[in-house]
Each structure stands twice: as structure tokens, then as C-alpha cells.
């Protein structure tokens, strides 16, 4: 590093990497309960919102209600449950704004590495800014991970046979063209997740015909989009205490449910497709179109709200086709079966591309951190790394309510430390019978591709992801932060 560069060395107390629904609530923790510690939020885009403000395909929106996904301090009060992209969008930025937060974020700043000194007892932190993308360093004490789990730079699309032969347009919906009109178009969207289950009745509205090519289902289920037990409580009861209700409700809901499909699967199997049957009437093909070969949760489940994509099909706009992609052809997709379907254009809503702790590259004193090697320690922190946490949502519940709670038990670290004297903090794994198993139990494809990149969490606690709110809550509020695995010290001072 060139002299000049020496000089632009700036210091924090607490570095937080992404400035989206993660990083403006590690920001709020951060104020409320370690208001001495000074923090920076580095964004690697232009503007703040993380995954609200990159999705901008049509109909956008939660697959999880606003009672969970919206922070614990700041209720959420719009009249939906089941929002829309640009109201969480405008949600996230009031909520920056309102605490002052949006004045820590630095933009078009993009951490590359981070490199941890026992001896200096701080990571030196690697930023590339601006378009240029000058070189930046940054040190801090504790560097918060909350960039996501996914490359926002592009999403994944399959090598289909026959693309270039192709002669209408293809698009991703991670990156939404702002000059793509689908009025009168005929459409078809290829994939059976969230994005695709929103695109299509979305789309229908103006389109001359949608076409969700699935090569095989996934559980489905409608929800309202309001919640009438929300809009009650808040006609009698203070906006907090009524957001609080509303949002234990759907907690307790959401894991009474999970909790079943696990317990009795055939039984969680026979409610959703009961309800699915109900909305699309008894000659509806479900069997091919609406039941998956796995359990349900075994891969997460998706929400229609109103129930709209039925109502898409139910009235002719939108249709539902079982099978799998042969080749393109210069102007539509041949199935494996021999079917055409005639398109012109095709929305490949095929997932995405997961990524380990942000495509940021680690070190400790000197030594690659290679994260497949470590274990995941309560959800958030890895075996043998320094001061370092990340966020990460459920995968059977809301994001934010394990964020909030992985926020606010940083903070309880990072004030353990103050008192003790202490600037290390460690995961160590002592146990040579801790077995590993894969950070995530899920049979998606987007995770299959990648979990073998990722941390692996061990086969009991505080190693195990749990994907348990009532739990975590119990454990991360008021579980010992010296625990006997989290190895605490004071190298400078030694």
C-alpha cells in the first residue's frame, strides 16, 4: 500500500457490511445498546435496501407478512401483511432515516477483504470505491457481516440448448429491464419459486397469455393480503403493543405449522393441496401441477396473497405447464415432450446464486480463512475467526427475526468484551466428536449447487442451526455470552 494510501486509513469501532434490511438494523442495535461504539455501514451499490431495491420486476413483494419481516423497535402499520417491493423498500429508508442511520452508510464502497491481526487485536479491511473503484482501507474492532447470501451482480440462469437460436428476448428477474413492456406479449416464466408464483399473475394482468413452466411443483399457498386480526388490534391498542400481538400470533403460527410438516408431513401435505384444490375446483390437474415429490419444508413454500395466481388461472390469463425444457427454438421453448410453447418473451426465474459471507475473502494472521472449514457458531459466527459476525435469516420463517435477534446479541458480545477488558472474542470447537452437517437442510436447488461452500454447523448446540425463533429468543437474549465455547482474551494487553 503506497504511502498516500497509508494516510486514508480510517478506524471504527464496529464495521458493518451492507446497508439493507440486515445492516440498517445492526445499525439501530448498535445506537440503542452499545451507544459508545463508533460504526460505519460500507454499501458496495449506489443506494440502500439491499434486496428491495435491486428486485424491480413486476409485482414484487415479501413472501413472508411485515409483522415478522419488519424490525422488533419500529411496527409496521401499512395496511397490507403482504407488501409490495417499494412500500418495504420505503419502510427500510424511513427506518434509516428516522434513527440516523442513512448518515453512517458510505455508498459505492465494496469490501474485497478483510484480514485479521491477533497482535493488533482489528481486521484491516480491503474496500474498492466509487466507479473507479479506487483501493480504500478500513480497520475496525468487529466487522458485522450482513451483505446477504447471494451475488447481486447476476442471478442463475441454466445453459439451455438452443438459447441463441432464440429470436425474442430473455430475461432475469434479478435484473429487470426498465424498457420491457409484456402488454399483449405472450410470456412465459420458467421456475416454480417465489419470484416465478409472483411474476405470473403480475404479469397476466396486461399479457396476452402467461405460461409458469415448472419442470416440477412446489407447495403452494394463498394467504390474505391484510391481516383483519392486525387491523383490530390496532383500532384498541397502541401501534407497538398491537404490532407485537400481531407479530407473537404469526410467529407461533408459522412454527405450529412447520412444526407439523415435520411431525406429520402426510397431514401438512393434505391442508395445502386441500386449499389448493378448493381455490382451482376438484378438475384442476393438482396432482401434476400442485404436488411436489418432497415433504413440504423440505423446500420453503410459496405464498400467494388473495390468492392471485389462482384467480390467474382460474380465469384463463395464466396457465401451468409440468415439464422440462428440450430447446429453444427461434420463436418459442420445445418441451421434452414435443410440445411447443410459442413465446415472445421468457423470463428465466431460476434462482439464485448464493454466496459465501458476501464474497468477502478472510484471513487471520496471515492464514486463508477457507469457510467450508468451519463450523457455524449460534447462526452467526465461525470456529477459529475473530470478531467477526454474520446475518442470516430463517429459511422457514422471516429474515428479520432472526437478524434482530443475531443484532442484538452482538451487542451483548461486544458489551461483555467493554466490561471485562477483553478486544478478542473466538468460537472454539474443543469437542472432537462434534459431527458436521450441512449449514442447510434444504433440497432447493439453488442450495444444493452451493452448500458445500459454505460453514457446516454441528450436530449439537451452539454449533446447530436450529431455524427455531422461541428457541434462538431464549438462548440468544438470555443464554450466557461466556459459555464456555467462545474463548475470550486480551492479546495486546498480553
Known amino acids: 500500500m503506497q504511502e498516500e494510501e497509508r494516510q486514508q486509513v480510517q478506524h471504527v469501532d464496529v464495521l458493518i457490511v451492507g446497508a439493507g434490511l440486515s445492516g440498517i438494523g445492526a445499525g439501530y442495535h448498535l445506537q440503542a445498546n452499545c451507544p459508545g461504539r463508533s460504526y460505519a455501514i460500507l454499501e458496495g451499490r449506489e443506494r440502500s435496501g439491499g434486496t428491495w431495491d435491486l428486485f424491480r420486476y413486476p409485482g414484487v413483494r415479501s413472501d413472508s407478512d411485515m409483522y415478522t419481516l419488519g424490525y422488533s423497535f419500529r411496527p409496521w402499520t401499512n395496511a397490507k401483511s403482504i407488501a409490495d417491493g417499494p412500500t418495504i423498500l420505503n419502510y427500510l429508508r424511513e427506518t434509516a432515516a428516522q434513527h440516523g442511520i442513512d448518515r453512517k452508510v458510505r455508498f459505492s464502497h465494496r469490501v474485497v477483504r478483510a484480514s485479521w491481526s491477533t497482535a493488533d487485536a482489528c481486521w484491516s479491511v480491503d474496500v474498492e470505491?466509487?466507479?473507479?473503484?479506487?483501493?480504500?482501507?478500513?480497520?475496525?474492532?468487529?466487522l458485522f457481516l450482513c451483505s446477504g447470501y447471494y451475488r447481486y451482480?447476476?442471478?442463475?440462469?441454466?445453459?439451455?440448448?438452443?438459447?441463441g437460436?432464440?429470436?425474442?428476448?430473455?430475461?432475469?428477474?434479478?435484473?429487470w429491464p426498465e424498457d420491457l413492456d409484456c402488454?399483449?406479449?405472450?410470456?412465459?416464466?420458467?421456475?416454480?419459486g417465489a419470484t416465478a408464483m409472483t411474476l405470473v399473475p403480475a404479469l397476466a394482468k396486461t399479457a396476452a397469455h402467461v405460461v409458469l413452466l415448472q419442470r416440477s411443483p412446489t407447495y403452494v399457498v394463498a394467504r390474505p393480503a391484510q391481516d383483519p386480526i392486525a387491523h383490530g388490534l390496532r383500532r384498541f391498542l397502541p401501534d407497538k403493543l398491537a404490532y407485537g400481538l400481531t407479530r407473537w400470533k404469526n410467529v407461533l403460527l408459522a412454527m405450529y405449522f412447520f412444526s407439523l410438516a415435520r411431525r406429520k408431513p402426510e397431514r401438512a401435505k393434505r391442508m395445502i393441496l386441500g386449499g389448493v384444490r378448493q381455490a382451482l375446483g376438484t378438475d384442476y390437474d393438482i396432482a401434476t401441477h400442485f404436488t411436489p415429490r418432497y415433504n413440504p419444508w423440505d423446500q420453503r413454500i410459496c405464498l400467494v396473497p388473495d390468492g392471485d395466481l389462482f384467480a390467474a388461472l382460474n380465469a384463463g390469463r395464466a396457465s401451468m405447464v409440468t415439464?422440462?425444457?428440450?430447446t429453444f427454438t427461434p420463436h418459442g421453448i420445445r418441451l421434452k415432450s414435443g410440445v411447443e410453447l410459442e413465446a415472445d418473451v421468457v423470463v428465466t426465474a431460476t434462482g439464485l446464486e448464493l454466496q459465501v459471507l458476501g464474497g468477502v475473502q478472510l484471513d487471520v494472521d496471515g492464514h486463508r480463512v477457507d469457510p467450508a472449514a468451519t463450523f457455524n457458531y449460534k447462526g452467526m459466527m465461525f470456529s477459529d475467526v475473530p470478531n467477526l459476525a454474520s446475518s442470516f435469516g430463517y429459511t422457514n420463517a422471516s429474515w428479520t427475526l432472526k437478524s434482530d435477534l443475531t443484532c442484538a446479541y452482538v451487542c451483548r458480545l461486544l458489551n461483555h468484551m467493554e466490561k471485562h477488558g477483553c478486544t478478542q472474542c473466538t468460537p472454539r470447537n474443543a469437542d472432537p466428536t462434534l459431527a458436521p452437517e450441512p449449514w442447510l437442510d434444504f433440497s432447493s436447488g439453488y442450495v444444493q449447487r452451493a452448500v458445500?461452500?459454505?460453514?457446516?454447523?454441528?450436530?449439537?448446540?451452539?454449533?446447530?442451526?436450529?431455524?427455531?425463533?422461541?428457541?434462538d429468543l431464549v438462548s440468544l437474549r438470555f443464554g450466557a455470552v461466556d459459555d464456555g465455547v467462545m474463548e475470550f482474551s486480551n492479546p495486546r494487553r498480553a
Open 153 to 163: 451482480e447476476a442471478g442463475y440462469t441454466p445453459e439451455f440448448a438452443g438459447i
Open 183 to 192: 402488454s399483449g406479449k405472450r410470456v412465459v416464466v420458467i421456475g416454480s
Open 452 to 471: 458445500g461452500r459454505f460453514p457446516k454447523q454441528g450436530s449439537r448446540a451452539p454449533w446447530r442451526v436450529y431455524q427455531n425463533y422461541a428457541r
Open 165 to 175: 437460436d432464440y429470436t425474442g428476448r430473455v430475461v432475469h428477474p434479478q435484473h
Open 323 to 326: 415439464d422440462q425444457v428440450d
Open 129 to 142: 470505491h466509487g466507479p473507479e473503484r479506487l483501493p480504500l482501507r478500513m480497520r475496525c474492532n468487529f
